[in-house]
């Protein structure tokens, strides 16, 4: 997907400014987050702790942005891992990577002397199918369990408090074990943007660039429809690379125009069945 294309470093701080389109989504886990944030009033009155967060929709509209803003926004450590990190051949690897995450969650936020972390798992849906199902099987109902026994096991005292944040775009396939109380217990919708929502990104993708009079961010946020982040990100990109190439010093609207197919294309190849 576009996931890899981001032109974002691994280190920079994500904050909640730099999401587009995802005003609820965001408002909503900041809800979640403020329990964090008020974590000895929480104790106080003997609240159990926020375990988990499931953010579910389609792929590129920000879900990984969500989970790294979220560590700004608490302070944490962002410790991140892809549930087919997971998928080993031999029995009990999956289960003692799962171990090794917590574990390096608590490490890396005691070396920086952070008192919370935050552990997100990408594509989860890849370690939590339904267990016993068709497309599960033992080594994976081992990992998965592995990753309940370590969310059980999360102490509202603990010294290093840990939030689990996962994505996926498959929530029909997730494990219910996962999502009863204690564990994901909420999740949050990341859909597609609207209108709005496209032209906001399309701003935030085009803070650097240097656009032309003719450039209507509203206009272009009209014929995007459909587009998630991702692809509108890949859109301002690939503007501009059709600007240099005509050696034009300013992104004209007629680039914006041509990379709009140049996107539609590229996601139509994407989606090609594998040979
Ligand atoms: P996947 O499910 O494929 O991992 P995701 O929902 O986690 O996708 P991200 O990895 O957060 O998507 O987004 C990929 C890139 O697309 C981001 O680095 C960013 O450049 C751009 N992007 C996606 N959504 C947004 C958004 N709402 N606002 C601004 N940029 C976005």
Redesign the pocket.
């Known amino acids: 997907?576009?996931?890899n294309s981001?032109?974002?470093p691994r280190k920079q701080e994500i904050n909640f400014d730099?999401?587009?389109?995802?005003g609820s989504a965001i408002k909503e886990l900041k809800e979640a987050l403020d329990f964090i944030r008020n974590h000895q009033k929480i104790q106080n009155l003997g609240i159990r702790p926020l375990k988990g967060i499931l953010m579910t929709?389609p792929?590129?509209?920000?879900?990984?942005?969500m989970a790294r803003a979220a560590a700004s926004y608490t302070d944490s450590v962002f410790v991140s891992a892809s549930g087919s990190d997971f998928v080993e051949m031999y029995a009990g690897v999956g289960a003692q990577r799962v171990r090794k995450l917590f574990q390096s969650a608590r490490e890396t936020a005691n070396k920086q002397k952070k008192r919370s972390a935050i552990i997100f798992i990408?594509e989860i849906e890849v370690l939590a199918t339904k267990r016993g199902s068709n497309s599960s099987h033992m080594e994976y109902d081992q990992t998965l369990n592995a990753l309940l026994v370590e969310m059980d096991g999360l102490k509202v005292d603990d010294n290093v408090r840990l939030l689990i944040m996962a994505?996926t775009?498959r929530v029909d396939m997730m494990d219910p074990a996962l999502l009863r109380p204690g564990r994901f217990d909420r999740q949050v919708k990341?859909d597609l943007?609207d209108k709005v929502g496209r032209f906001e990104?399309l701003k935030?993708?085009t803070r650097n660039k240097p656009l032309a009079e003719d450039v209507d961010l509203t206009q272009i946020a009209k014929e995007t429809f459909g587009f998630?982040?991702?692809h509108l990100?890949s859109l301002a990109n690939e503007a501009a690379i059709l600007a240099m190439r005509e050696e034009e010093k300013q992104i004209y609207y007629r680039h914006f125009h041509e990379a709009i197919d140049k996107v539609i294309m590229g996601e139509k190849l994407d989606r090609r069945p594998n040979p």
């Open positions: 997907g576009f996931g981001s032109p974002i730099d999401i587009g389109g995802q929709g792929p590129g509209t920000g879900k990984t942005l990408d994505a775009n990341v943007p990104i935030l993708h998630s982040g991702a990100e």
